[in-house]
């Protein structure tokens, strides 16, 4: 009597799980307006110098974006010095970080160093709150985690210079995406396996999208970058009402010995869902985690670094952490580089973000037929087509003139990055052995967000020539999807348990196999057998 059998009968599928989704979903509208509050402060509008307040002649003065060239009298020579105030041309005259505090042209880069430290506290912070849900379960780390993050919003609202900035977008990066993780896994525990993909795909494409097109609104209807941090931070309070309406993970508590608490639970969520079970279905429940609890100290104890001392599991491994540092760099730079494009970015970031929703459906309606290495390699070699397309279309055309067409471009390279980056969370945690699979994808997740420290720096390239983000990802991309076809592919097929399983998993396959094309010619080849018959 397995957890799966005893949630049959306690409901796997009723009023709870309604509930949980529900509850999901706010946690997916909190995530998106907190990893995305970076972006809607940091909107660089077009500027100019100010005009100097003495011996100012506009018709020797030319007013460039960081410096001020003034000619003599006779246009014969001229002086060219930088100046020390802009005029912006502010979009609902939205006050930014930049505007306010004058980081452009000289001082730009402070931006970038502020943002990139973001990314090392999201590293730190899913190895620390990681550790905390091994300790004190779940649930409370991930409210714990959702409020770090929110005060690091709070607190990033109230600071005016770099150290500060640095440090608050720290704190703020702690919670980067661990409350989302997290609560999946509550949902994923408590939800029947025919509504998981499903339900959990199509949850986070409409709410995480609500987050994204609601935020820019917010941002111009408060008109500071301030007050959006604060309004930002403020629905991470909800989560406080979670361990009220929710109950821990089973799976946890059963992994830690506290059986009486893991029925309590399993009980209370039969009583929410109408259902009654006997107290003998708790009873086997109960024992069969006893013995399987006794007998899991004689299984070998395979660890992350053992995946490093074999040959092909090795292979596999580097090539998951390149990939998880190339998406995770992808995702967050097509996500944000929404400025310079004709259109205002807080509208283009707010249409952009409906992409989500597709993305997520485009990943269940061709994952299973394409197979995950062909979907993985196909998002990636596409969206390096986009993106580069992108780059050059924003470097060679007016954005006065085809506003409309970069736009959908940009959008367009979006969803790209969303196809991409689902597409590998899945097929990482397929190939990793069963044995390891939670410490390992939490490891390539780690790495992958270490290395969005580089991110701010990408974007800040643009600063010097405009489609280099944009042409230096698609390189990426190409890279990525090259070492994705050595990868094996995983649909219809016994996934590894152990190391020793997973050295051994496709040995022997081409790496210009894929199911879809296997099929065809296996059809293919039985129709000219009848034939010959």
């Excluded at 869902?273 to 006997?278: A, D, F, L």
């Excluded at 190939?431 to 939490?442: D, E, F, K, L, Q």
Aim: net charge neutral; proline share 4%.
């Amino acid at each position: 009597m397995d957890l799966q059998r005893v949630l049959e009968k306690c409901g796997n599928f009723g009023p709870y799980q309604i509930l949980l989704l529900g509850l999901y979903g706010y946690t997916n509208i909190v995530s998106s307006l907190h990893y995305f509050s970076q972006t809607l402060i940091s909107f660089t509008p077009s500027h100019s110098c100010s005009a100097p307040k003495e011996n100012f002649q506009p018709n020797s003065t030319s007013l460039l974006a960081c410096s001020v060239i003034q000619y003599d009298e006779d246009l014969s020579s001229f002086r060219d010095y930088k100046c020390n105030s802009w005029d912006f041309e502010r979009e609902s005259n939205y006050e930014s970080v930049t505007t306010e505090l004058g980081w452009v042209c000289d001082d730009a880069y402070k931006l970038a160093v502020g943002q990139s430290f973001f990314f090392i506290g999201s590293a730190l912070g899913s190895i620390f709150f990681g550790y905390l849900a091994d300790r004190i379960g779940r649930l409370p780390a991930c409210v714990l985690s959702t409020l770090t993050g929110a005060s690091g919003d709070f607190f990033t609202s109230f600071v005016g210079d770099l150290p500060w900035f640095s440090f608050t977008r720290f704190i703020s990066g702690l919670s980067m995406d661990t409350q989302y993780v997290l609560m999946y896994i509550l949902v994923f525990e408590y939800l029947s396996p025919q509504h998981r993909t499903f339900g959990l795909n199509i949850i986070l494409g409409v709410f995480y999208s609500v987050g994204l097109m609601i935020s820019p609104w917010m941002a111009i209807w408060l008109g500071s970058w301030r007050s959006y941090l604060w309004a930002a931070s403020l629905p991470a309070l909800g989560m406080l009402i979670f361990p009220v309406c929710l109950h821990e993970s089973v799976e946890w508590l059963l992994t830690k010995g506290k059986f009486d608490k893991a029925v309590s639970n399993l009980k209370s969520v039969a009583k929410f869902n109408g259902r009654q079970v006997e107290d003998s279905v708790f009873d086997e429940f109960i024992k069969h985690y006893r013995e399987k609890l006794n007998s899991s100290e004689k299984k070998s104890k395979d660890t992350f670094m053992g995946m490093l001392r074999t040959p092909r599991l090795r292979k596999f491994t580097l090539i998951l952490l390149i990939k998880s540092v190339i998406i995770t760099i992808a995702f967050d730079i097509l996500s944000r580089n929404v400025e310079g494009v004709g259109i205002s970015p807080f509208k283009l970031f707010s249409y952009s973000g409906f992409v989500v929703l597709p993305g997520g459906l485009t990943i269940i309606l061709f994952q299973n037929k394409i197979g995950r290495k062909g979907m993985a390699c196909a998002s990636l070699f596409v969206g390096a087509i986009i993106t580069a397309a992108t780059g050059y279309l924003v470097g060679t055309l007016d954005p006065a003139n085809y506003s409309v067409l970069l736009g959908f471009m940009v959008c367009l390279a979006r969803f790209g990055a969303v196809v991409a980056y689902d597409a590998e969370a899945q097929y990482a945690a397929e190939i990793i052995p069963t044995s390891v699979r939670g410490r390992g994808v939490a490891n390539i997740h780690v790495v992958g967000n270490a290395f969005g420290f580089f991110s701010s720096y990408i974007i800040y390239l643009g600063t010097f020539y405009k489609p280099l983000p944009s042409l230096l990802i698609s390189f990426l991309l190409v890279i990525g999807g090259c070492f994705c076809l050595t990868l094996p592919e995983t649909l219809h097929k016994q996934l590894p348990q152990t190391l020793e399983e997973g050295e051994v998993f496709a040995k022997g396959e081409k790496w210009y196999y894929f199911p879809c094309f296997s099929r065809k010619l296996t059809k293919e080849a039985e129709s000219q057998l009848e034939s010959a018959s």
